[in-house]
């Protein structure tokens, strides 16, 4: 699960397009930031620091004043893409945020999830826009090892079929709220993969499985599982 989500009535718009979106007046106690401006101090930090775009989409409400992005960076750990989510707000519904992960998520209904968040700042009249995303960029880059070394444990973290079929049960049947339907597609998704990659019968391959099924539920539903997963699953590592 990866990239935007939209179901409250947020367009997709592109990059050169956040250009011409009108940013408030500033008051007192709060200072909007052009969505635009924030894109381009992402793009110019993660430049700085050799890292590289390789794919992004932004997405707008209607009245243009709720902004949120995706970008996928040139940062792969084998079948793994690293990626920041990005939103920022002009009528004080959420602060300026960026999210880091291997699995990110942006939703328009303010659904926004990551591996690591390492930038939420309110827009106060001292707001600067350049070294709050720098210093958010240079957090989310030390995260990026720590992430990868957690996944390849994840993968080197052998099961037998048994320890398997616990964790499985332990997820639906001792009430770790997920849904409950969702039981038997994990189980089928972990013993019986779809993709060559997730044969092997490691806690990687299991945590895959139990993304796989929520990737059936609706937007909302596959936020909240997705989002309890990544520490349900760390607790058998």
Not at 48 to 62: C, G, H
Not at 94 to 104: A, D, I, N, P
Not at 172 to 200: I, S, T, W
Not at 201 to 216: H, Q
Request: aromatic share 12%; proline share 5%.
């Amino acid at each position: 699960m990866q990239g935007l989500m939209l179901h409250s009535g947020a367009e997709k718009i592109g990059r050169q397009d956040l250009l011409s979106l009108p940013t408030p007046e500033p008051t007192a106690t709060h200072k909007p930031i052009a969505h635009f401006k924030v894109v381009a101090s992402l793009l110019e930090s993660l430049s700085y620091r050799n890292i590289d775009v390789v794919r992004d989409e932004y997405a707008v409400s209607k009245d243009g004043m709720r902004m949120f992005g995706f970008l996928q960076l040139n940062l792969n750990e084998g079948d793994i893409c690293i990626s920041l989510g990005l939103r920022n707000s002009h009528d004080k519904s959420f602060s300026l945020g960026l999210t880091v992960g291997y699995r990110v998520f942006i939703c328009d209904n303010l659904a926004f999830n990551g591996d690591f968040t390492p930038v939420t700042a309110k827009h106060s009249k001292h707001f600067d826009i350049q070294s709050v995303i720098s210093s958010g960029v240079d957090k989310a880059q030390r995260h990026f090892v720590p992430m990868v070394t957690r996944i390849n444990a994840f993968k080197n973290f052998s099961l037998s079929d048994n320890d398997a079929k616990l964790v499985i049960y332990k997820a639906f049947v001792e009430g770790d709220g997920f849904p409950k339907h969702l039981a038997r597609q994990v189980h089928q998704e972990y013993f019986e993969p779809q993709y060559k990659e997730f044969e092997p019968r490691t806690l990687w391959s299991l945590e895959n499985g139990f993304t796989s099924a929520f990737k059936t539920l609706d937007a909302i539903p596959q936020f909240q599982a997705t989002a309890k997963l990544a520490p349900f699953i760390q607790q058998f590592a």
